[in-house]
């Protein structure tokens, strides 16, 4: 994260450091970005910029934790401030898919194409984090199945899934935006209800 020195600077300042932040990535992974580059892209010096990132991993954290504190906005239910878990992380398929056709479109393509480890937690956390310490505030929470905290995560990290890969096709593709909605949707009713037909339920898997 950004040290102390970053946050003392003025709106303008943060401004030309993420937007330069933001040109880097587009056509760059955190392993091949350059410092050098930011740095010059926002008219500062590296060494000024290593006062105030510790490494080019700071920087995409920052840029991933602003994408994420805009989306919150979309997580709380306006009216009774309490979320549901499908809407949730449809509604972030939607704001994810919204950047394309935009100056970020590029960044955020690439983002979920090449989808580090690291990110995905990034994305995931504040997920799992909202759900396990606001249980109060998460709506049909007792409709979902599972016995212990990390069953919870799996489920988030079911969901994530389905929409990462819908993104992925919805960038990579002249893909109409309903289509790929849909997508999500039915992948999301395979995690509601299951993959097995009901009438095979109470059947085992047998290794033949």
Do not use: C, W
Request: charged content about 30%.
């Amino acid at each position: 994260m950004p040290t102390k020195a970053y946050y003392r600077l003025d709106s303008e300042k943060k401004k030309s450091i993420i937007e330069a932040a933001f040109k880097e990535f587009e056509n760059n992974t955190v392993d091949t970005a350059s410092m050098n580059s930011i740095a010059k892209r926002s008219g500062i010096s590296r060494t000024t910029l290593y006062y105030y990132f510790h490494d080019i991993s700071d920087i995409f954290s920052l840029i991933v934790d602003l994408l994420m504190d805009e989306f919150k906005q979309k997580m709380i239910d306006k009216d009774n401030k309490q979320i549901d878990i499908f809407e949730s992380f449809f509604n972030f398929f939607e704001f994810a898919a919204s950047f394309k056709g935009t100056e970020y479109e590029n960044f955020i393509s690439r983002m979920f194409k090449e989808m580090s480890t690291e990110t995905r937690r990034m994305i995931t956390d504040p997920f799992f984090k909202y759900y396990t310490q606001n249980v109060a505030y998460v709506k049909n929470l007792e409709k979902i199945k599972y016995s212990s905290p990390r069953e919870l995560y799996d489920i988030l990290f079911m969901l994530f899934s389905i929409v990462n890969s819908a993104l992925q096709y919805y960038y990579t593709t002249d893909v109409a935006f309903d289509k790929v909605a849909r997508r999500v949707k039915n992948g999301f009713r395979v995690v509601m209800f299951g993959a097995i037909k009901e009438e095979y339920r109470n059947e085992e898997f047998k290794n033949e």
